[in-house]
C-alpha cells in the first residue's frame, strides 16, 4: 500500500477531527480534511500557506539550550529569541510577552524573501552595471589617449627637429595621465568588485537559511541591505584636450599646445531608494479570482463614504461625510483624526510622495497640505472650485475644478503653488471633461492622466502634454448597463482601474484603454479607489462607509 495512503487511515484533520487529512497549512503547523481548507482559508487575516499533505516542509525547530528533551515553539518578544513551553513558565520569562513561533518565522521568512529579491533585481544589477561602465571607459582609453598622442605627432611633424623635444614630453605628460587614469579606474573597479563579492556571499547564505527554514539562523538574521544601498563613489576621470597653436620658433614651447592636468572626480554614490519605493516591479499578471484581505469600518456618519489614500500598505487615510479626516489601520483603529481649517467638509484627499495629506475645500476654494498635523493653504483659487486631486510621480499636483457658474471644467498641474499646466479642451476646441459632477483623476506611470468623468460616462485619457489619447465608454458588448465612473486610479502594470459604482464593480483597462476584466468581490457602491506600492487595491464603499483590501494581481 502506498505510505501516504496508509497515513491517511491513521492521520485525522487537526479540526474536525473525524475526516482523514489531505492537506497541511504550512503557516499555522497544522493538518486540514478537504472540507476544513475552506474553513481554514476563510481568515483573510492570516496569509496561509496550505499544500497537499505530502508536500508539506518540517519546521526545523530549535532545541532548547536550558531543556535539552524540548523544542522551541514560542518566541519571547522581550528577550528577542525563541523558547520552549518550559522556559514560557519559567520565572526568567515572567510576565514576557510571548508570539507564535510561526508566525515569527513567516514575518521573518518575508523580510528575508525582501532582502533577497531587492539584492537580485535591484541592487546587484546596479552594481554590475556600474562595472559595466568602467569597463567600457576603461576599453576607450587607448582610443581617447590614442588621439591625443596622433594630435601630438601631426603637430611634430610640423615643426620638425626643432619641436622633437617638446613632443617628446608631451607624449611623456599623455602616458602619466593613462597611466593614472587607468590606476584610478582600476582602483574604482577593485572596489564595486569586492562590494559585488560581498553581495554575492550574502545573497546565497540568504538563500540557504530561506531553504533551510531554520528558526534559529531566521531569526539571528540581520540585514545589511540598508548598507549597500549606497552605492560606492562613482570616479569621473576628464580625459584632457590638446589645443595645439600655430608655429613660433621663440616661443615653440609655449605655442606647441597646453596640456592640462588630469582631472579626476569622485562623485558620492548614489542611495537607491529601498524596494517598495520602486516603481519598475516585474510583470505580475491579473489573479482570475480577485480577493478580499481586509474591511476597514470607517465610522462616517450617514454611511457615505467618499475618498481612500494609501499612506502605507497597512494605514489609509479616509473621508466622508464629516470635515474629519482619518487615518486608519486594517483592524478599523482610529490612528490619527483631523479636521479641516475651514470646518467644511473636504471634497478630496491624496498622500504626497513624502507622507504627507492633501486636501481640496470645495466651498472655500482652497488646496490645503497636512505635514505634522499643521494646516497651511497652498493654493487659493478665484473663479474656479476644487474637486478631486492627485499626486504625481514628479510630486506636482493634479486637481480638477469646476468654474463657479458650472459651465466649464479643467485639469491643472501645481508645482507647490505655482500653475505649470492647464488641460481643457481638445485640438478641435472642444471641451475634454463635462462640468457638474464627480470627476476623480490619477496619473498613470506611462505619465497619462486620467479622469472618470461621471457625467459624460467615460474614462478621458490624455498624455503629459494634454493632448487626447482615448476615451472609455464601457465594456463594447455592454448595452444595458449605464457606465457612471467614479473613483479612478493606476497600478505598477499601468493598469487603469475605475469604480463603476452603480454596477457594484471596478473595471480594468490595460494603458490604451482596452479592457481586461471586472473585480466584483460582493462590492457594494465602490466609489474612491487608490493603489498601495505592492499593488492592493483599496475600494471606499460610498453607503457601507467601509474600506475594503483587494489583492488582484
Given at each position: 500500500m502506498d505510505p501516504f495512503r496508509r497515513a491517511q487511515i491513521i492521520l485525522l484533520c487537526d479540526l474536525c477531527k473525524?475526516?482523514?487529512?489531505?492537506?497541511?497549512?504550512?503557516?499555522?503547523?497544522?493538518?486540514l480534511c478537504q472540507t476544513c481548507v475552506g474553513k481554514h482559508l476563510s481568515d483573510s487575516s492570516i496569509r496561509h500557506k496550505v499544500v497537499l499533505y505530502k508536500y508539506r516542509k518540517s519546521l526545523n525547530y530549535s532545541t532548547c539550550p536550558d531543556h535539552v528533551d524540548e523544542?522551541?515553539?514560542?518566541?519571547?518578544?522581550?528577550?528577542?529569541?525563541?523558547?520552549?513551553?518550559?522556559?514560557?513558565?519559567?520565572?526568567?520569562?515572567?510576565?514576557?510577552?510571548?508570539?507564535?513561533?510561526?508566525?515569527?518565522?513567516?514575518?521573518?521568512?518575508?523580510?528575508?524573501?525582501?532582502?533577497?529579491?531587492?539584492?537580485?533585481?535591484?541592487?546587484?544589477?546596479?552594481?554590475?552595471?556600474?562595472?559595466?561602465?568602467?569597463?567600457t571607459e576603461k576599453a576607450e582609453l587607448e582610443t581617447n589617449y590614442g588621439k591625443l598622442t596622433t594630435i601630438a605627432d601631426q603637430q611634430?611633424?610640423?615643426?620638425?627637429?626643432?619641436?622633437?623635444?617638446?613632443?617628446?614630453?608631451?607624449?611623456?605628460?599623455?602616458?602619466?595621465?593613462?597611466?593614472?587614469?587607468?590606476?584610478?579606474?582600476?582602483?574604482?573597479?577593485n572596489e564595486i568588485t569586492q562590494k559585488m563579492a560581498e553581495l554575492k556571499q550574502i545573497m546565497s547564505d540568504l538563500k540557504s537559511i530561506l531553504k533551510s527554514n531554520d528558526v534559529s539562523l531566521t531569526s539571528t538574521y540581520k540585514s545589511r541591505n540598508s548598507e549597500f544601498r549606497t552605492l560606492p563613489p562613482k570616479v569621473r576621470v576628464t580625459v584632457p584636450s590638446f589645443s595645439p597653436q600655430k608655429i613660433n620658433k621663440d616661443q615653440l614651447n609655449e605655442m606647441f599646445g597646453s596640456l592640462p592636468p588630469l582631472s579626476i572626480n569622485t562623485e558620492h554614490g548614489d542611495t537607491m531608494k529601498s524596494s517598495e519605493a520602486v516603481s519598475s516591479p516585474p510583470v505580475k499578471p491579473l489573479l482570475d479570482e480577485p480577493r478580499v484581505t481586509a474591511a476597514i469600518d470607517t465610522g462616517y456618519r450617514?454611511?457615505?463614504?467618499?475618498?481612500?489614500?494609501?499612506?502605507?500598505?497597512?494605514?489609509?487615510?479616509t473621508c466622508g461625510e464629516s470635515k474629519t479626516m482619518k487615518l486608519l489601520n486594517l483592524q478599523s483603529e482610529l490612528l490619527t483624526s483631523i479636521q479641516t481649517k475651514s470646518g467644511n467638509k473636504p471634497h478630496d484627499i491624496a498622500v504626497t510622495r513624502d507622507g504627507d495629506l492633501v486636501y481640496t475645500d470645495y466651498i472655500d476654494n482652497t488646496i490645503n497640505l497636512i505635514k505634522n498635523k499643521?494646516?497651511?493653504?497652498?493654493?487659493?483659487?478665484?473663479?474656479?472650485?476644487?474637486?478631486?486631486?492627485?499626486?504625481?510621480?514628479?510630486?506636482?499636483?493634479?486637481?480638477?475644478?469646476?468654474?463657479?457658474?458650472w459651465k466649464q471644467s479643467k485639469v491643472v498641474r501645481y508645482s507647490g503653488s505655482t500653475e505649470k499646466q492647464s488641460i481643457q479642451f481638445d485640438d478641435q476646441g472642444r471641451p475634454l471633461y463635462k462640468s457638474g459632477d464627480s470627476k476623480y483623476l490619477s496619473e498613470n506611470k506611462n505619465l497619462d492622466i486620467c479622469v472618470a468623468d461621471c457625467l459624460a460616462s467615460a474614462v478621458v485619457v490624455v498624455n503629459q502634454s494634454g493632448k487626447l489619447r482615448f476615451r472609455y465608454t464601457g465594456h463594447p458588448s455592454n448595452t444595458k448597463q449605464s457606465f457612471d465612473p467614479a473613483g479612478i486610479t493606476?497600478?505598477?502594470?499601468s493598469h487603469i482601474l475605475t469604480a463603476d459604482t452603480d454596477n457594484h464593480r471596478i473595471h480594468i483597462l490595460?494603458?490604451?484603454?482596452?479592457?481586461?476584466?471586472?473585480?466584483?468581490?460582493?462590492?457594494?457602491?465602490?466609489?474612491?479607489?487608490?493603489?498601495?506600492?505592492?499593488?492592493?487595491?483599496?475600494?471606499?464603499?460610498?453607503?457601507?462607509?467601509?474600506?475594503?483590501?483587494?489583492?488582484?494581481?
Open positions: 473525524t475526516a482523514h487529512l489531505q492537506s497541511h497549512c504550512e503557516r499555522c503547523d497544522i493538518n523544542l522551541c515553539k514560542n518566541y519571547c518578544e522581550k528577550c528577542d529569541l525563541p523558547v520552549c513551553s518550559t522556559c514560557v513558565s519559567s520565572s526568567k520569562h515572567k510576565d514576557h510577552d510571548m508570539s507564535d513561533i510561526l508566525e515569527k518565522l513567516s514575518a521573518k521568512t518575508e523580510s528575508l524573501q525582501k532582502d533577497l529579491d531587492e539584492l537580485e533585481s535591484r541592487i546587484y544589477p546596479r552594481y554590475e552595471e556600474m562595472a559595466s561602465g568602467v569597463q611634430g611633424e610640423i615643426l620638425h627637429w626643432e619641436i622633437t623635444a617638446i613632443v617628446n614630453q608631451r607624449k611623456s605628460d599623455i602616458q602619466e595621465m593613462k597611466i593614472k587614469h587607468l590606476s584610478t579606474l582600476n582602483k574604482n573597479t450617514y454611511r457615505q463614504l467618499f475618498s481612500v489614500s494609501c499612506l502605507s500598505e497597512d494605514q489609509v487615510w499643521q494646516i497651511q493653504t497652498v493654493i487659493r483659487l478665484q473663479g474656479w472650485r476644487p474637486l478631486y486631486v492627485c499626486c504625481t510621480a514628479g510630486n506636482d499636483l493634479l486637481v480638477i475644478m469646476d468654474s463657479d457658474d493606476t497600478d505598477s502594470q490595460d494603458q490604451d484603454g482596452q479592457f481586461l476584466r471586472y473585480i466584483h468581490c460582493d462590492l457594494e457602491d465602490p466609489f474612491g479607489l487608490c493603489v498601495d506600492i505592492r499593488d492592493n487595491l483599496f475600494v471606499a464603499e460610498f453607503d457601507t462607509a467601509k474600506v475594503k483590501k483587494i489583492q488582484y494581481l
